[in-house]
């Protein structure tokens, strides 16, 4: 067999290195599409389709996988992804337990992860796992102080909690307690329930027994409602206030007349049109709101959907500088990317700006905040909101 001439090898590795060079960037995603947080996961999974096909010159690939709101299959899918798959990032999951789980698959393979969760615990403390994740949703803490700053202006000087038996409903009690505490609220009953469950009769029971000023529900998605709807049922009068979990229109439809009244911290996306002029968060907010509302319909709109967006303005902001260090495909490449992400800078997104340091994973401040009540069966902005 001959060797090839001078030229044709030069020419055979130009070839190669074209072919390298057009790669294409794969995204793993895994989302709660199905089970009790598919209120949180459809909206989530809609938004890829309004994500960039294209960015730098390189094809992005998004290969999505339900996990049934079931953290083992989101672990499973997350595993499935990096293995088989040889994706360059994973996105998700929907819900704090499937997330939190999800890391050890992103540490291990070294492998960036966006997860669309709340729970502060998904990115602190920062340690050697953390540092290949990242989130777009505001932190629990965030929200909590939030909550706890508009209970303190109304004269709420005691409230009871109830929320999920899980991850989610944990950190929240954790962070609210601890904002509470510094508007001096006392927190005098602290219920939990599953997010399958269909009934929370007897927590309702011991939760009227102490007569709360306000009720916080720290739940998600349609769950969420039950809570509510069972402690009106039974005559209670007071206070409702929710997490930043049910800020979707799904839990508006669910709720009816029993959610009237809520108040929640929200990120601006919920009400973009409803901001002032001069909200730093306005225009990019209103952008997705108008790619969503163009494809899916006015009334449709969801936050979840928007921290999906978030992740994937994330990604795109942050590939054209880890495409100059690697190739898709490789260590060095997910590498590159993680520290493209760690370097966003006042990235403008629908829910806020965000600002990556080493330390901090998340990059949200006050300006990704906003507390809204529902007002016939639809969100209002409070005044006073706002950063």
Do not use: C
């Not at 938004?47 to 499973?76: F, H, R």
């Not at 909590?144 to 009871?160: D, K, L, P």
């Not at 009934?199 to 409602?225: D, N």
């Not at 839990?251 to 601006?268: H, I, M, Q, S």
Request: aromatic fraction near 6%; avoid cysteine.
């Amino acid at each position: 067999m001959k060797k090839p001439t001078p030229k044709l090898a030069v020419l055979v590795a130009a070839l190669l290195a074209t072919a390298l060079a057009q790669a294409d960037v794969n995204v793993g995603v895994t989302l709660s599409v199905t089970g009790p947080a598919a209120s949180l996961g459809i909206p989530e999974r809609n938004t890829i389709a309004l994500l960039p096909s294209v960015v730098a010159g390189q094809k992005i690939n998004y290969l999505v996988l339900d996990d049934a709101s079931d953290t083992t299959t989101a672990v499973a899918n997350a595993r499935k992804l990096v293995g088989e798959h040889k994706v360059d990032v994973l996105l998700g999951s929907t819900t704090s337990p499937n997330s939190l789980a999800m890391i050890e698959v992103a540490a291990e393979s070294q492998t960036p992860m966006l997860s669309l969760a709340a729970s502060a615990r998904i990115v602190e403390p920062m340690d050697a796992r953390r540092r290949w994740v990242f989130k777009t949703p505001q932190n629990d803490s965030a929200m909590s102080q939030a909550i706890a700053e508009h209970m303190a202006a109304q004269g709420v000087r005691n409230v009871a909690f109830i929320g999920f038996a899980d991850a989610y409903g944990e950190g929240w009690f954790q962070e609210f307690s601890r904002a509470a505490a510094l508007r001096k609220i006392k927190v005098v009953a602290n219920e939990r329930y599953a997010r399958t469950d269909a009934s929370v009769a007897i927590q309702a029971f011991r939760i009227l027994a102490v007569k709360p000023e306000a009720v916080l529900v720290a739940a998600a998605g349609t769950p969420a409602v039950l809570p509510q709807k069972t402690l009106r049922e039974r005559g209670y009068t007071g206070r409702f206030y929710q997490t930043h979990g049910v800020a979707n229109a799904d839990f508006l439809r669910v709720g009816g007349k029993d959610v009237e009244g809520t108040y929640l911290p929200a990120g601006p996306v919920l009400v973009a049109e409803q901001l002032p002029a001069a909200h730093p968060v306005k225009k990019s907010a209103l952008t997705y709101v108008t790619l969503w509302e163009g494809l899916y319909g006015k009334g449709t709109l969801s936050a979840f959907g928007a921290h999906a967006w978030d992740a994937g303005l994330l990604l795109t902001t942050a590939l054209p500088a880890a495409l100059k260090k690697a190739q898709p495909g490789s260590a060095e490449f997910r590498a590159a990317l993680r520290d493209a992400l760690e370097a966003v800078h006042e990235m403008p997104g629908a829910h806020g700006l965000f600002t990556m340091t080493p330390t901090d994973h998340l990059g949200l401040d006050q300006r990704a905040r906003v507390m809204v009540r529902v007002e016939n069966g639809t969100w209002r902005l409070q005044a006073g909101a706002g950063p």
